[in-house]
């Protein structure tokens, strides 16, 4: 008989939605014996996750999941960057865009039944800044909405809403130069999405063509955000058809580099990292192995 896959689960106790569920129990309930051992650990503060990875597969698990949202995946990911480890998600945040793309199931209990005889495949990872994500980086609006959601104290995609629709009539946008391999830019920028996966989270597609094993970044830029423009882009992103809708202009790159008129504002994975003037975007083929 095979050895059994050593998995090691890393929770995060503050994590999203159902925070009530006994991981424990589930995980005893629904992952076979003979077919799984498993150790479970839980985060303490912020960037935790990134230890706990590299630790879990320097003493050998082959796959690390991060149960949690899309936060807890990024600093999983990032612990098992250059490792011989897998990356397993089970989701539990607010958006779960990197778990959607890869069609991971939201519901937690099919998600773990998976993890008996996972599939594995490697997937793409960016870079900004130095900063490695793994569904989506941005700068402008998305940004600043990811700082403003992050200090409203509740989750959830209406609160999400709430403060979109109140920043909305609050951010400007900023003049940017954007050098691809092919061409500058001269443009504002409202929005400027990179995109390794396709969506945000919670099927809000930025960049449905988006492919996460390519070797390249969708781009989505948004120069001005009128109100008719922005219900289309809201119809656009639920629909999946924003490269149809005339609302945003799509490029691809491998590479790209940045320069603002005044610091912007950027995230990695829906989490603010803070401003900047000038960003140096990559992106690194196939450089993170998941269980699937």
């Not at 600093?75 to 991971?104: C, D, F, Y």
């Amino acid at each position: 008989m095979p050895a059994a896959l050593r998995i090691c689960f890393l929770l995060n106790p503050t994590s999203g939605t159902n925070r009530r569920l006994d991981l424990p129990a589930l995980l005893s309930q629904h992952l076979d014996a003979n077919l799984v051992s498993y150790e479970v650990e839980e985060t303490q503060y912020a960037g935790h996750a990134v230890e706990l990875a590299r630790a879990a597969a320097a003493r050998g698990c082959r796959v690390v999941v991060a149960v949690g949202g899309d936060g807890t995946v990024n600093e999983v990911a990032r612990g098992l960057l250059g490792t011989q480890a897998a990356l397993g998600i089970l989701p539990r945040g607010s958006g779960n865009g990197l778990a959607r793309h890869l069609k991971v199931p939201m519901e937690i209990v099919a998600a773990i039944k998976h993890l008996n005889q996972p599939t594995f495949q490697r997937i793409d990872v960016g870079s900004i800044n130095g900063r490695e994500f793994f569904c989506t980086a941005g700068l402008g609006f998305d940004a600043h909405v990811s700082k403003c959601f992050a200090e409203a104290g509740t989750r959830g995609l209406a609160t999400y809403a709430q403060v979109a629709l109140r920043e909305y009539r609050r951010f400007r946008p900023v003049p940017i130069t954007v050098a691809l391999a092919d061409t500058t830019l001269e443009t504002d920028c409202y929005v400027l999405a990179f995109a390794n996966a396709a969506q945000y989270g919670n099927n809000a597609y930025i960049a449905p063509r988006a492919d996460i094993q390519d070797g390249l970044l969708d781009l989505c830029l948004i120069d001005s955000m009128s109100v008719v423009r922005a219900v289309r882009v809201a119809l656009s992103l639920a629909l999946g058809d924003l490269p149809e809708s005339g609302a945003a202009v799509f490029h691809t790159a491998r590479q790209v580099q940045v320069e603002a008129a005044r610091p912007l504002g950027f995230h990695v994975d829906g989490d603010y990292v803070g401003t900047s003037t000038h960003f140096s975007v990559e992106l690194h083929p196939l450089a993170l192995e998941v269980a699937v």
